[in-house]
């Protein structure tokens, strides 16, 4: 009977091996390391954090200058109405005009002309400036009643010979009117005032006069100052200023 029992039991059994449970899996390989990669991606990194804050270090490096919005002739100077500030990167190879030094900026002259839009460089002026082509400077010295109040450097005057007996003294043609006869006669239609008194310390002392320097066309030059030599001239402001 036990051998018989013995037998049931084990009827059911057969001689395949035993399967792994599902949770176990096979041993994988070790991943292999590669430290050059991994430092060349941190160095890659480092290169382009570094990149960025060159330029953005180099956006914020900038300098406030002068530019030019009008034109300045060749001998003219700038003011306060043909010139503004801007922004432009910092570049020591440059000789940008800080906007700080303006004011020592208007103490000299262009060299040539400078046409608006230029941001102008030191070596666009100089402490005088010759003459331009087709051009001539004449010096007047006027008493009260021969000039408008308040001329400055820069402004545009016409001239006219308005003698002191009330007659043309001058019966001929002259370049930039003609004599028609009259008391009064343009001499100058448009010249630029190139100096003018501004201080006290530039007038002489008991001098009542007034002097200016005006820059005319050459032709105009030689009328100008005959009728200044004669105190017959006078000067009124025009538009252009």
């Not at 941190?42 to 300098?63: K, M, W, Y």
């Not at 020592?104 to 070596?123: E, F």
């Given at each position: 009977?036990?051998?018989?029992?013995?037998?049931?039991?084990?009827a059911?059994?057969?001689g395949?091996?035993?399967q792994?449970?599902v949770?176990?899996?096979?041993?994988?390989p070790?991943?292999?390391?590669?430290?050059?990669?991994?430092?060349?991606?941190?160095?890659?990194i480092?290169?382009?954090?570094?990149?960025?804050t060159?330029?953005?270090?180099?956006a914020?490096?900038?300098?406030?200058?002068?530019?030019?919005?009008?034109?300045?002739?060749?001998?003219?100077?700038v003011?306060d109405?043909?010139?503004?500030?801007?922004?432009?990167?910092?570049d020591?190879?440059?000789?940008y005009?800080?906007?700080?030094?303006?004011?020592?900026?208007?103490?000299?002259?262009?060299?040539?002309?400078i046409?608006?839009g230029v941001?102008?460089?030191?070596?666009?002026f100089?402490?005088?400036?010759?003459?331009?082509?087709?051009?001539?400077?004449?010096?007047?010295?006027?008493?009260a009643g021969?000039y408008?109040?308040?001329?400055?450097?820069?402004?545009s005057?016409?001239?006219?010979?308005?003698?002191?007996?009330?007659?043309g003294?001058?019966?001929?043609?002259?370049?930039?009117?003609?004599?028609?006869?009259?008391?009064?006669?343009?001499?100058?239609?448009?010249?630029?005032?190139?100096?003018?008194?501004?201080e006290?310390?530039d007038e002489?002392?008991?001098?009542?006069?007034?002097p200016?320097?005006?820059?005319v066309?050459?032709?105009?030059?030689?009328?100008?100052a005959?009728?200044a030599?004669?105190?017959?001239?006078a000067?009124?402001?025009?538009s252009?200023?």
């Amino acid at each position: 009977m036990k051998i018989q029992e013995r037998t049931g039991a084990g009827a059911g059994r057969t001689g395949a091996p035993a399967q792994p449970s599902v949770g176990d899996r096979l041993p994988t390989p070790p991943r292999e390391r590669k430290p050059a990669l991994a430092a060349l991606a941190v160095l890659l990194i480092l290169v382009g954090a570094l990149g960025a804050t060159t330029l953005v270090l180099q956006a914020g490096d900038r300098v406030e200058v002068v530019k030019v919005t009008r034109a300045i002739p060749a001998g003219g100077s700038v003011t306060d109405a043909n010139t503004t500030s801007v922004l432009v990167a910092d570049d020591s190879g440059v000789a940008y005009v800080p906007w700080a030094q303006l004011g020592a900026l208007k103490k000299l002259k262009a060299l040539n002309p400078i046409p608006a839009g230029v941001i102008p460089v030191g070596q666009m002026f100089g402490e005088s400036a010759g003459v331009a082509e087709g051009k001539a400077t004449v010096g007047l010295s006027l008493k009260a009643g021969q000039y408008p109040n308040g001329l400055e450097k820069g402004d545009s005057v016409a001239a006219y010979r308005v003698p002191k007996g009330g007659t043309g003294s001058n019966s001929s043609s002259t370049s930039g009117g003609s004599s028609t006869g009259s008391a009064n006669t343009l001499l100058v239609d448009r010249a630029k005032v190139d100096w003018v008194r501004t201080e006290k310390g530039d007038e002489l002392v008991g001098s009542t006069n007034f002097p200016i320097t005006l820059i005319v066309d050459a032709d105009q030059a030689a009328a100008l100052a005959q009728a200044a030599s004669d105190g017959d001239v006078a000067l009124v402001r025009v538009s252009g200023n």
